[in-house]
């Protein structure tokens, strides 16, 4: 993450909103010009809505309430 003062909740939901924004309306063109500071916002707006990071090459944790209807999927 960046160096900076953290973000308040509003910047950081803006900064996310506008990333979002950008791809929406222009598709990859869009995901092309995201800055380093949007994605982040939109990393920390996913953390703050309770996404759990998985470190590289982890297994992914099974923590939805939806767990064994999708493990009978998987199968």
């Known amino acids: 993450m960046t160096d900076s003062a953290p973000w308040t909740e509003t910047a950081m939901l803006e900064a996310a909103a506008r990333a979002i924004g950008k791809i929406d309306a222009r598709g990859l063109v869009g995901l092309s010009r995201i800055t380093y500071a949007e994605i982040e916002a939109m990393a920390l707006t996913l953390v703050s809505l309770g996404v759990r990071p998985i470190p590289p090459g982890d297994d992914r944790p099974d923590h939805s309430s939806?767990?064994?209807?999708?493990?009978?999927?998987?199968?």
């Open 66 to 75: 939806y767990a064994s209807v999708r493990k009978g999927a998987d199968q």
